[in-house]
């Protein structure tokens, strides 16, 4: 009884704020699958790829996003499992090259279908954020020159549109774009995402373009709905490696993290927080991801919870707006580090909102496990597991009920 009473003397209970949002996030690629009209399902079947992968001694059956998780015909399944883990949010997207198959041709029936959908999560009340741009494409508009071309923005402006007549009653927020620094990198300078592009000049265009699509999507958005528009952007933890890497320091968080939110964040109504990474930056600008001293996830990446703290507060002091966490997870087949990785995250989440940032939200990448672009099915992000030998059968991991005690509670017990 003693031990008993001196353990309850040392749990803390961390309260937030009231109506904070919990949930999980998924995308629509990644979990709808037979998408045959966009780019990434023609990289996917490409030769080279293929090719590329047999080389490095992977099987290529294993990369192919197929049915995915088949959440296209079972999402009032998955709602359910979110409502059961007490989330009262959501985020996921619709599919411009489901919606738009055919340059200006519109498909009545998958629109339908999306609306399907979101009356769903709307009768588990959860609040909807709805991403409209998700690494994917339509081929017609991958064909056209994608976003390296000014003029194609109008067709970016059509989809938003449409999706805003149509379905945007049932949104609570936009996220137009997801993650513009790591489409533009990763397909436009490492040429590792489609369209397959190394070159510095297409990427500049690329994300200029992005911004321009992003600011006049918002107004459209805003104009139609009223509801808050944001992106969700990747924002690192940039830190020297010493005090002779400092000045350079301010120069790589520009490039990582502001030149996006510079561009955008007037119209941005919030700013959606993707936090995975923590990099130390050397006095030559070079960076290293964050490893030693720190645990990691199964995808080798170092978990740094006290990062994310260093970036709402450097938001919060260079923005001034709500902040929604858009995307915060770990790859973890085992489930033995999630729980914590979790409760440190929000911890330090906690801390900051402590220190003035107005942080109204919580979704954890990601609610089922999914496709996880080049890593194929291998990485499990998800709060329920996938089996994709048996059904694609669903199955709570331990830690989602955890994460499920602290959505009710609203608050962070240790």
Same mark, same amino acid.
């Given at each position: 009884m003693q031990f008993e009473a001196k353990a309850e003397r040392k749990m803390q209970t961390f309260k937030f704020p009231e109506g904070f949002l919990w949930g999980g996030?998924?995308?629509?690629?990644?979990? %709808?699958?037979?998408?045959?009209?966009?780019?990434?399902?023609?990289?996917?079947?490409?030769?080279?790829?293929?090719?590329?992968?047999?080389?490095?001694?992977?099987?290529?059956?294993?990369?192919?996003?197929?049915?995915?998780?088949?959440?296209? @015909?079972?999402?009032?399944?998955?709602?359910?499992?979110?409502?059961?883990?007490?989330? @009262?949010?959501?985020r996921f997207g619709v599919e411009w090259a489901r919606i738009e198959p055919f340059e200006g041709e519109f498909d009545e029936q998958v629109i %339908?279908?999306?609306?399907?959908?979101?009356?769903?999560?709307?009768?588990?009340?959860?609040? $909807?954020?709805?991403?409209?741009?998700?690494?994917?494409i339509p081929a017609w508009f991958a064909k056209k020159g994608g976003f390296a071309k000014k003029q194609n923005v109008d067709d970016f402006l059509r989809y938003t549109t449409v999706v805003a007549q149509r379905l945007g009653k049932y949104v609570d927020f936009w996220l137009t774009i997801n993650e513009p620094n790591v489409y533009s990198i990763f397909s436009y300078i490492l040429g590792s995402y489609p369209p397959n592009h190394r070159s510095l000049p297409e990427?500049?265009?690329?994300?200029?373009?992005?911004?321009?699509?992003?600011?006049?999507?918002?107004?459209?958005?805003?104009?139609?709905?009223?509801?808050?528009v944001s992106m969700a952007f990747q924002l690192s933890d940039i830190q020297p490696k010493s005090i002779?890497?400092?000045? $350079?320091?301010?120069? $790589?968080?520009?490039?990582?993290?502001d030149y996006f939110l510079n561009g955008c964040v007037g119209h941005c109504d919030f700013i959606g927080v993707n936090y995975y990474f923590h990099h130390h930056v050397g006095w030559l600008g070079e960076r290293k991801m964050s490893k030693s001293e720190h645990e990691k996830s199964d995808l080798d990446w170092g978990i740094h919870p006290e990062g994310l703290e260093r970036v709402l507060m450097r938001l919060h002091q260079k923005y001034h707006k709500p902040m929604y966490i858009t995307e915060n997870g770990i790859a973890d087949a085992a489930d033995a580090k999630r729980e914590k990785f979790i409760k440190n995250h929000l911890l330090h989440t906690y801390h900051?909102?402590?220190?003035?940032?107005?942080?109204?939200?919580?979704?954890?990448?990601?609610? $089922?496990?999914?496709?996880?672009?080049?890593?194929?099915?291998?990485?499990?992000?998800?709060?329920?597991?996938?089996?994709?030998?048996?059904?694609?059968?669903?199955?709570v991991r331990d830690s989602a009920m955890k994460f499920a005690e602290i959505c009710k509670t609203n608050s962070l017990s240790l």
């Open positions: 996030a998924i995308s629509s690629h990644q979990t %709808e699958g037979k998408n045959t009209n966009n780019d990434w399902w023609a990289f996917e079947h490409s030769q080279k790829r293929e090719q590329r992968l047999l080389k490095e001694g992977k099987d290529p059956a294993e990369y192919y996003s197929g049915q995915a998780c088949d959440f296209y @015909n079972r999402y009032d399944e998955d709602f359910g499992l979110a409502q059961q883990l007490n989330h @009262n949010a959501i %339908e279908h999306y609306k399907k959908m979101l009356e769903a999560a709307k009768a588990r009340n959860l609040k $909807i954020f709805l991403t409209l741009h998700h690494y994917t990427a500049r265009r690329v994300a200029h373009n992005i911004i321009r699509a992003h600011n006049r999507a918002s107004v459209e958005l805003k104009s139609l709905t009223g509801k808050p002779f890497s400092r000045p $350079i320091m301010g120069v $790589i968080n520009y490039f990582i993290n900051a909102i402590e220190r003035g940032a107005d942080v109204r939200g919580y979704l954890y990448w990601a609610l $089922i496990d999914n496709f996880e672009w080049l890593y194929g099915f291998g990485p499990r992000f998800g709060l329920v597991e996938i089996d994709y030998q048996d059904g694609l059968k669903r199955r």
